[in-house]
């Protein structure tokens, strides 16, 4: 795959491009234009190519012809303003990254600040001394070349980003393309072990059926993991629907410790299940949120070892009163401090303090879990001590129980 590298300097505000230092002066008066083309010429270390124009039409036909970047406009001109000049600027040449600097009349600071909301680099008051309306110019011009500086880094940011989340759909797309092309193979793999597993294509030893067993149990990984990567690119493509309707928590919760304890009695793990009688129905897609149950119990079950205890509890919270605080608990192996803050990252994996359990992930089930906790418009955080266990708070807000809705958001 092509390499992708981005023209922007993060040092500094150069752009990299030598600096264009064609300037153009707008003002009706004759001498006052003379007054700033013999200033910016006499300026000690640049040397200015500076262009006149008396009217705010002769400027934008300046503009449109010339490659100017710096714009030194007076505020009262015969045909228009300094102010409307820069919105005409702005819209008939939207890829311009120039500046401009407005003169204003004493007195008009109110213009100035405005100007300056509106985009100006700089404005110089008319009235001071020669010296020091050389020494304001000398300044403004500065300031422009800067402002010119961190307009076209922005203008290099904003195309990078545009070319990164162009790349990120491109990965997401492929990830999804490979998940589907490999998962059709891979079904038909399991089907035919199953068919020997029991015994259709004749009887197996004990030996043999062992191995088979294995095989099945790998398929069935393989297909978790696929299924996991194309739940995620779903999510980040914005192309999971929810279909919420008005349902018991509880019985979500219920069908989510189901499915997992033949597992977590294999393991001798301890189940305590503290689920408030009172837990009111509301708004959710319950095949999602029993998802997010399944991926955070499958891990407390996953990284606590033989003999150890999850807390399954949830109530309406006291404390946010119109929430439903869900929270599981494990003695497991804990999670050290510095994985924290990204666990819930895509592929995101601590690498050590679990068993041989631990490589059946990819780094994806907490990815979902969040995207979906999320789209509930819900929050989820993680306490842990390492060698104590870990406690994984899921709260879910009960809105607009009244209706059933499918939505894409
Ligand atoms: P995986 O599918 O690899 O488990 P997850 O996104 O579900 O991916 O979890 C990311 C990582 O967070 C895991 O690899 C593990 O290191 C850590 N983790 C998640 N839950 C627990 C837990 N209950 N106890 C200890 N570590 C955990």
């Not at 004493?106 to 985009?119: C, K, N, P, T, Y």
């Not at 304890?261 to 294999?266: D, G, L, S, V």
């Not at 033989?306 to 869900?326: C, D, K, M, Q, T």
């Not at 490589?359 to 842990?384: C, D, M």
Request: proline share 4%; aromatic share 4%; glycine share 8%.
């Amino acid at each position: 795959m092509a390499q992708f590298s981005a023209a922007v300097s993060l040092n500094g505000l150069e752009s990299g491009t030598p600096e264009n230092r064609t300037v153009l002066v707008v003002d009706d008066d004759p001498a006052f234009r003379y007054l700033c083309v013999s200033a910016l010429q006499e300026a000690a270390d640049v040397e200015y190519e500076v262009l006149e124009a008396g009217t705010g039409q002769q400027a934008l036909d300046l503009l449109m012809s010339r490659n100017v970047d710096k714009v030194l406009v007076d505020y009262d001109l015969p045909d228009t303003t300094g102010a409307k000049l820069m919105h005409d600027v702005q819209q008939m040449m939207p890829g311009w990254l120039g500046s401009m600097v407005l003169i204003t009349a004493v007195g008009s600071e109110e213009i100035a600040a405005e100007a300056l909301r509106a985009g100006a680099a700089d404005y110089i008051p008319k009235g001071l001394s020669p010296s020091e309306f050389r020494s304001s110019l000398y300044d403004s011009m500065e300031k422009a070349k800067l402002h010119n500086a961190i307009r076209r880094q922005n203008e290099d940011l904003a195309n990078a980003n545009q070319e990164l989340q162009r790349r990120n759909d491109e990965i997401a797309r492929f990830y999804h393309r490979v998940s589907h092309e490999v998962k059709t193979p891979l079904t038909a793999a399991r089907m035919f072990m199953s068919m020997l597993h029991e015994g259709l294509v004749g009887k197996l030893t004990a030996e043999q059926e062992d191995v088979v067993v294995q095989a099945i149990e790998s398929c069935d990984q393989l297909t978790e993991q696929f299924n996991d990567l194309i739940e995620c690119t779903r999510l980040e493509t914005g192309k999971l629907p929810l279909r919420k309707t008005v349902q018991s928590l509880t019985r979500v919760l219920q069908r989510s410790v189901i499915a997992l304890k033949p597992t977590i009695e294999a393991r001798s793990i301890r189940l305590e299940q503290c689920v408030a009688s009172d837990m009111p129905d509301f708004l959710m897609d319950g095949g999602r949120i029993a998802q997010v149950m399944a991926n955070i119990l499958g891990n407390a079950t996953k990284f606590t070892a033989p003999g150890g205890r999850i807390v399954l509890s949830a109530n309406v919270s006291s404390a946010l009163g119109n929430w439903i605080e869900v929270s599981i608990s494990d003695s497991g192996c804990g999670i050290p401090p510095k994985h924290l803050p990204n666990i819930f990252d895509r592929l995101y994996q601590v690498g050590s303090g679990g068993d041989s359990l631990q490589g059946a992930g990819l780094g994806l089930g907490l990815t979902i879990a969040k995207e979906i906790v999320e789209l509930h418009r819900g929050t989820i955080e993680v306490n842990s001590e390492v060698g104590k266990g870990s406690t994984f708070t899921i709260r879910l807000p009960m809105i607009d129980n009244n209706q059933s809705e499918v939505s894409e958001d």
